[in-house]
């Protein structure tokens, strides 16, 4: 089974739907994270969550919406749709590792396999 | 100036080839450094991580220039597995970012 799930794999819907996007891990990690991926563009941050009760906006927040239910659940929501939301969005875990001056910490992002939004 | 720029792309070189990617950031207090793969319209996976002092797996050497800002990855004898687009990834203080760069995309051809 796979570590992060993310439901729905594929959404279509019209402009100005509310769209919630799940997300859920067995890691056991408390951090997670919503990407945005544009052609051309990389990955976008949209909002991030070190624990239940941390909630931090990313670098496009605008739009979107979070709610950090439970340790291992993390969703997204469009309150609005609109065409330019169309994109594939990412969610990740991370466990934090630690951090040592002068090596590389030991953290690292796991994905989960995405979900290709589509706003008509 | 974007945080973390990559070579556009895209490389197209022979199996067998030899082929180098350069990344740069902007951040001198990044702390962490990575190199993600993602196939096409999937997610990205680590492919792996950037130590000060570089280093190899296998076929893949990672390299950090703290000085210059810039880190690269070096694929030796190049296989048709290896096509993907490459990620450059940098963490800024104590982790509560990764920051990515758009992806250099590689095609290795038979």
């Known amino acids: 089974d796979a570590d992060v799930t993310q439901t729905p794999r594929n959404r279509i819907t019209k402009t100005g739907k509310r769209i919630m996007l799940e997300c859920s891990q067995t890691?056991?990690?408390?951090?997670m994270y919503w990407y945005r991926q544009d052609p051309g563009l990389g990955l976008r941050l949209i909002y991030y969550s070190f624990d239940v009760k941390d909630i931090n906006k990313g670098e496009i927040s605008d739009g979107y919406s979070v709610s950090r239910q439970a340790q291992a659940k993390f969703s997204l929501s469009l309150e609005s749709a609109i065409p330019n939301q169309t994109a594939l969005y990412f969610c990740?875990?991370?466990?934090?590792?630690?951090?040592?001056?002068?090596?590389?910490?030991?953290?690292?992002?796991?994905f989960g396999p995405g979900t290709r939004l589509t706003v008509l | 100036r974007k945080e973390v720029e990559q070579d556009p792309g895209p490389f197209n070189v022979p199996e067998g080839a030899t082929v180098a990617f350069n990344c740069t950031y902007s951040n001198s207090a990044s702390q962490s450094f990575f190199w993600y793969r993602q196939d096409c319209r999937k997610e990205p996976k680590l492919l792996m991580s950037v130590y000060s002092s570089g280093n190899e797996d296998g076929r893949f050497t990672a390299q950090l220039n703290r000085a210059s800002q810039y880190i690269s990855l070096l694929i030796r004898d190049s296989k048709l597995s290896d096509s993907a687009t490459y990620l450059c990834v940098v963490t800024g203080n104590y982790g509560q970012n990764f920051v990515f760069g758009p992806g250099t995309r590689l095609s290795v051809l038979p």
């Open positions: 990740a875990t991370s466990g934090g590792g630690y951090w040592d001056r002068g090596s590389s910490s030991t953290d690292t992002q796991y």
């Open positions: 890691k056991g990690h408390d951090r």
